[in-house]
């Protein structure tokens, strides 16, 4: 059983920038974030593999967000740069405990954290 404890959600304003960081009670495979907005479903952002700190992006996020990872804290973070409107949703850190399936797919992570809020104001 991983444990995942996300911080670092607020308000802030277009164009502006916050930091998100998941702390995990162990190591995995790759971490991943993902995100849902009211009324849609939870899509990948970004994921990055504890090993080798390759890093996977959404297309939507891509040279506005960087995600990173600090083996020694076994902690993940996200950078949010340049934020818009449509980046407001919850985000979810998640944990994939193999190699198995893409990095991108929802369903191949087997832990969840609970959630933090990002809302981005025009």
């Known amino acids: 059983q991983v444990q995942l404890v996300e911080s670092g959600g607020g308000l802030v304003q277009a164009g502006g920038s916050l930091r998100l960081s998941c702390a995990a009670s162990?190591?995995?495979?790759?971490m991943g974030w993902f995100r849902q907005a009211p009324g849609k479903e939870r899509e990948f952002v970004a994921a990055?593999?504890?090993?080798?700190?390759?890093?996977s992006y959404a297309d939507s996020v891509k040279g506005r967000f960087t995600i990173s990872r600090d083996n020694a804290k076994n902690t993940v973070y996200l950078q949010m740069n340049t934020l818009k409107p449509d980046d407001t949703a919850v985000y979810y850190c998640?944990?994939?405990?193999?190699?198995?399936?893409?990095?991108?797919?929802?369903?191949?992570?087997?832990?969840w954290g609970q959630g933090t809020q990002v809302t981005v104001s025009s």
């Open positions: 162990g190591r995995t495979y790759a």
């Open positions: 998640a944990a994939k405990i193999n190699a198995l399936g893409l990095i991108s797919a929802r369903n191949v992570y087997s832990y």
């Open positions: 990055i593999k504890w090993s080798e700190g390759s890093a």
